[in-house]
């Protein structure tokens, strides 16, 4: 198949139906970007951190418990929020991009409803088809504290361990990169397979299975995807050295604030670009599905122009 055509064709649905985009805000929200700031009192310019600043942050704390524990509480809920929203958008813009692609203008309320309602069976593949990858970092982690603690107990075994580690690691990162590209292939027609034919997860994640080995093009699709990722990944980087630099600048000059400021502009900027990025890659996705599932009729309809009295 053309698959440069297919990427043309998600274009077209991704600049058409721009509701999808509040999908593809939740959909793509894999990267998260945190800051983190520290103070003390400088009487001078060169004065270091010392136990005085550190036992009034103790003392500030311990004076401060329950806002400590209401801060904590509102972002842990904020983030299960999202998290929940995340994996609803998951299934809602496969069915919102499917709809598009079918030559109808996905409603955006019936997206959300179709992504709640496979929200379970999104998140079963999600995690079964994560859990292996979550072992395999959870054994490499697990090396590098026994030998963190061999060596700050000065154990004997300090060597031995070190050695197991120098074998053990190449082999299990290569694993993880193998792990981390089938699961990026298996992942997105695994949720179609739920969310648009209506299987359940054991079952979308075995066919979607047979069709990575039955070379069926997923593989080549996935390379093909890599192009337009590197390029976005580049206009990241640029977006991110004109935030960034000035925030480096103003953290140099002490001002944490102006810094922090420049953090917040950066993700405040990338939130519009991510949401469009991550809505075209599900189109993608989405028509890739469809030609390999047999569901994309020959007379695909057109998308190169904006259907009469389209609102989005």
């Known amino acids: 198949m053309d698959y440069f055509d297919l990427l043309k064709r998600a274009w077209n649905i991704t600049w058409r139906y721009k509701a999808l985009w509040v999908l593809g805000l939740f959909a793509g ?32 704390a311990a004076e ?3 806002l400590i524990a209401i ?27 499917n709809e598009a692609a ?7 309320r019936d997206s959300w409803s179709v992504g709640f309602a496979k ?21 490499m982690a697990g090396l ?35 792990a981390s590209v089938i699961i990026g292939i298996l992942l997105p027609v695994a949720v179609r397979y739920g969310v648009l034919l209506d299987v359940t997860y054991g079952q979308a994640i075995k066919r979607a299975w047979d069709d990575l080995w039955g070379k069926k093009g997923l593989v080549v699709f996935w390379l093909v995807m890599l192009l337009p990722g590197i390029a976005y990944g580049f206009a990241v980087f640029a977006v991110a050295l004109v935030a960034l630099v000035p925030a480096g600048v103003a953290v140099f000059a002490e001002q944490y604030y102006i810094a922090g400021a420049f953090v917040v502009l950066m993700v405040l ?33 057109a998308l190169d122009a904006p259907p009469p009295g389209s609102d989005v």
Not at 73 to 94: K, N, P, Y
Not at 102 to 108: D, N, Q, S, V, W
């Open 29 to 60: 929200a894999m990267s998260g970007s945190g800051g983190s700031s520290g103070g003390s009192n400088l009487s001078g310019g060169e004065e270091e951190f010392s136990a005085s600043s550190l036992d009034q942050a103790i003392s500030w």
């Open 64 to 66: 401060n418990v329950v």
């Open 71 to 97: 801060v904590v509480g509102g972002l842990f809920i904020i983030s299960t929020v999202l998290w929940i929203l995340a994996v609803a958008a998951q299934g809602g813009i496969a069915h919102g991009t």
């Open 102 to 108: 079918e030559g109808r203008t996905p409603a955006l």
């Open 119 to 139: 929200w379970g069976r999104t998140f079963m593949v999600q995690f079964v088809l994560g859990l292996p990858l979550l072992v395999v970092v959870m054994v």
């Open 144 to 178: 590098f504290a026994v030998f963190g603690l061999s060596v700050a107990s000065g154990s004997d075994a300090a060597g031995g361990v070190g050695i197991g580690l120098c074998f053990f690691f190449p082999l299990l990162l290569a694993v993880i990169v193998a």
């Open 269 to 301: 900027m990338m939130m519009l670009p991510n949401a469009i990025y991550a809505t075209f890659v599900h189109a993608a996705w989405t028509l890739m599905f469809r030609h390999l599932t047999g569901l994309e009729q020959p007379s695909a309809p």
